[in-house]
């Protein structure tokens, strides 16, 4: 009787945390493209969505955003934000189809109650990953992702750490399915690949962040002087390795940032691509999985989702980049608006500051009565920054932010 009951008694156990996750229940849209991520066996688009633009809606605006993304096949979206407001539109969105959509979060975003905060405190670490379970309607992610290292320094502080240890924890406990890592920086990202501890890596790749030799800021219009004429080799090296390691890579800032890559006088290139061309570009990789795109609407999401049907000629990027300029000259803050430099003393929306800035030198230096209003609408100015400097601690691509403040005061006159 003993020797039946335990192999039942096994049976039941597997059932039961089978059900507790069960696997994605959705069939493959065939107007989508499928890849699979990585060694975790999941089946994802090849068009992903950011979480920006759910900061920017409305409940309803966001659910008609999620319903258009999940109608079309998109089934991978990235959570990075600690906003309420990013969550909680996310989980109304996603209620009642939770299981058609893969959800990348990430460990180390807190909400200090004003804005989002990168952390590697354990405690606000649990809050903020509590928060995203119950905002999102969930008991479980996919795919946890260390939040952002940037350099080797804090590569060598993650190991052993209580942060590090917290995160395995939580794949042990069932609540993340799959540990990934997100990083800006080539060095960083292949070192994670070699630790054998990531499935996943979340990566910034474009055709001009490729083309920035390792170790230089690719936000800096001076690293551009010099621009490689190919692939930086440390992003080869990365690319090889995660591909014959079977380590999926979903690609942030597919645009650039910002979309600075779309437009001409914006780019480090000087060249514009169109959403098509760069999507071809991180896709053409056989270790990417998702290039996961920034939309902040129905039609924007169209343009990226035009990719599947697009011709051959339509995703030539070659012929647009032999074009391209050795230099990248000024008129950009090198701000990509993503907000890791938050959370200001003072309440001041850099990255905002940042954005008018942009369109203010993008347009000739000429402050427009529009771009005027927009700016004088923020609660804080450039004017109330006592140049502390811990948003340039913060910032993954060394914007020099006190700088940029002092250009918005003199262009604005507060």
């Known amino acids: 009787m003993k020797r039946l009951f335990l192999p039942f008694l096994i049976v039941l156990v597997a059932a039961f945390f089978v059900s507790c996750h069960p696997k994605q229940t959705f069939k493959e849209n065939p107007d989508m493209a499928y890849r699979t991520l990585g060694s975790t066996g999941i089946r994802v688009g090849e068009i992903g969505i950011g979480c920006g633009a759910f900061g920017k809606l409305d409940t309803a ?24 407001k990013v969550r909680s539109n996310i989980g109304y969105a996603l209620k009642g189809r939770r299981d058609e959509m893969v959800i990348q979060g990430h460990v180390g975003c807190w909400w200090n109650g004003e804005s989002y905060e990168r952390t590697r405190d354990v ?59 997100s990083s800006h920086n080539a060095e960083v990202a292949l070192q994670a690949a070699k630790s054998g501890l990531f499935e996943v890596i979340m990566f ?90 920034g939309a902040d609407n129905i039609e924007e999401l169209e343009s990226d989702l035009h990719y599947l049907k697009a011709t051959d000629e339509e995703k030539d990027y ?32 850099i990255a905002a500051v940042n954005e008018l800035l942009d369109e203010v030198q993008q347009n000739g230096g000429v402050v427009s ?15 109330d920054c006592v140049g502390c400097g811990q948003c340039e601690d913060r910032c993954p691509f060394g914007v020099p932010v006190r700088e940029k403040m002092d250009e918005a005061q003199e262009l604005f006159g507060f």
């Not at 060598?156 to 990934?180: D, F, I, R």
């Not at 000259?329 to 200001?344: I, N, R, V």
């Not at 009565?369 to 004017?383: G, Q, V």
């Open 318 to 349: 070659n012929a647009v980049l032999s074009k391209q300029t050795a230099k990248a000259e000024g008129g950009s803050t090198g701000c990509t608006y993503c907000k890791h430099c938050a959370p200001c003393p003072v309440g001041i929306d």
């Open 61 to 84: 605006e966001s659910r008609k955003l999620m319903a258009y993304a999940l109608d079309h096949g998109v089934n991978y979206i990235d959570i990075y934000d600690a906003d309420p």
């Open 204 to 293: 910034s790749l474009n055709p001009a962040f490729d083309r920035v030799l390792s170790g230089n800021n690719p936000w800096d219009p001076a690293s551009y002087e010099h621009m490689l004429p190919g692939i930086d080799p440390v992003r080869v090296e990365l690319y090889d390795y995660c591909a014959q390691h079977n380590i999926a890579i979903t690609v942030m800032k597919v645009f650039g940032g910002g979309g600075k890559l779309l437009e001409a006088d914006k780019s480090p290139l000087k060249v514009a691509l169109t959403p098509v061309q760069c999507i071809a570009y991180s896709l053409a990789k056989p270790c990417v999985a998702v290039a996961i795109c």
């Open 123 to 181: 405690e606000k670490c649990k809050i903020g990953f509590n928060d995203l379970l119950e905002r999102l309607g969930t008991d479980h992610i996919e795919v946890g992702m260390v939040h952002i290292i940037d350099n080797m320094e804090d590569w060598n502080a993650l190991e052993g750490s209580p942060y590090l240890e917290y995160v395995k924890s939580l794949k042990k406990q069932g609540k993340v399915e799959h540990l990934g890592i």
């Open 369 to 383: 009565d529009e771009i005027a209003a927009k700016y004088k609408k923020l609660e804080h100015h450039a004017s």
